[in-house]
């Protein structure tokens, strides 16, 4: 518990897949602060994203170089909306483009040079796709060590698949090369799992296959001015708390290549002394995650003006 018996906040911050047409649009009309949010958003990016975010179409929505930055932008716009009425924040975690959200959030990042970057994270993870088609996964039903030596078997005939997000016990998602992965989601169905599907993403993300990507983030990050953060933010690559800037540039770029170890990360919150999580952006898939590692934690979910209604006038039932 914090000062005054009020419990201690961790923020969370949803990664892409959490994009849909009309996220935001209710919140830009009802909070000037987000609408201004998206209006900065769209100055820096020289175009209209907002449009997208709130009318779609979807297809273009969906595509990677939009996504990122369109839920980082959502994401920010509540962050400045509650301002305060969260409490004091101990400590903050995202979900692959989320830790990006979460630098923001923890006054490292500046909100327009975090816009840009994950727009060009987009596209740089566009282009890997381009240039070494993969897919990804999700395998419902096996323990991690179980998958992960699936995904080893699966390599063994040629191509790339690994775990790339441990989302919550039993639940994981793969990535690699399509021929590898499909022979992975094969041996994940004859080892027993419930369900196995093939996502509809442009490429292998947090696989060796977007290690082309590295070298254009690691050259834009480290132009950037990284302040000390106010709060430290979990490492999906490590699910340490991290205050180091160093350090954070540096798990940033691996983290393209690198596992999200999401289960983790929430263990390392909830060892921390969290009692209250708090998810802010689009939809509500973190919050769900948290309640599979961890059915007593007490979450809510924070993307629309109801949403925010309902803290301001009960945030202790959160």
């Known amino acids: 518990m914090g000062r005054g018996g009020a419990a201690v906040v961790g923020l969370l911050f949803p990664g892409q897949g959490a994009q849909f047409a009309g996220m935001g649009r209710e919140l830009a009309a009802a909070f000037p602060a987000a609408r201004a949010t998206f209006q900065e958003a769209d100055e820096v990016l020289g175009f209209r994203l907002s449009a997208l975010c709130w009318e779609g179409p979807e297809e273009e929505?969906?595509?990677t170089r939009n996504a990122q930055p369109a839920i980082l932008v959502h994401s920010v716009a509540v962050l400045r909306v509650i301002g305060g009425q969260c409490g004091p924040v101990a400590v903050a975690a995202g979900h692959s483009l989320g830790e990006f959200t979460a630098w923001v959030a923890a006054g490292?990042?500046?909100?327009?040079?975090?816009?840009?970057t994950v727009r060009l994270r987009g596209e740089l993870m566009q282009r890997s796709g381009d240039a070494r088609p993969g897919t990804m996964a999700a395998v419902l039903g096996l323990d991690d060590e179980v998958l992960e030596r699936v995904c080893a078997e699966a390599s063994l005939a040629g191509g790339e698949c690994v775990p790339a997000n441990y989302n919550s016990?039993?639940?994981?998602?793969?990535?690699?090369?399509?021929?590898?992965?499909?022979?992975?989601?094969?041996?994940?169905?004859?080892?027993?799992?419930r369900r196995v599907?093939?996502?509809?993403?442009?490429?292998?993300?947090?696989?060796?296959?977007?290690?082309?990507?590295?070298?254009?983030?690691?050259?834009?990050?480290?132009?950037?001015?990284?302040?000390?953060?106010?709060?430290?933010?979990?490492?999906?690559?490590?699910?340490?708390?991290?205050?180091?800037?160093?350090?954070?540039?540096?798990?940033?770029?691996?983290?393209l290549t690198s596992p999200v170890r999401w289960t983790a990360s929430m263990r390392t919150m909830l060892d921390a002394g969290v009692g209250r999580f708090l998810?802010?952006?689009?939809?509500t898939v973190l919050t769900g995650l948290l309640k599979r590692i961890?059915?007593?934690?007490?979450?809510?979910?924070?993307?629309t003006p109801a949403d925010i209604e309902a803290l301001t006038v009960g945030g202790q039932q959160a």
């Open 61 to 63: 929505l969906v595509a």
């Open 108 to 116: 490292t990042l500046a909100f327009a040079d975090a816009v840009r």
């Open 169 to 193: 016990p039993g639940q994981m998602v793969i990535s690699g090369d399509v021929a590898t992965v499909e022979r992975a989601m094969e041996l994940a169905r004859a080892h027993g799992a």
């Open 197 to 255: 599907v093939r996502l509809n993403v442009s490429g292998a993300f947090h696989s060796p296959l977007m290690r082309v990507a590295q070298a254009g983030l690691q050259e834009r990050l480290q132009s950037l001015p990284f302040a000390p953060p106010r709060f430290p933010v979990v490492s999906n690559v490590t699910a340490e708390a991290i205050s180091d800037v160093v350090a954070a540039r540096d798990l940033l770029v691996r983290q």
């Open 279 to 283: 998810e802010l952006g689009p939809g």
């Open 294 to 303: 961890e059915r007593s934690a007490r979450a809510v979910a924070l993307g």
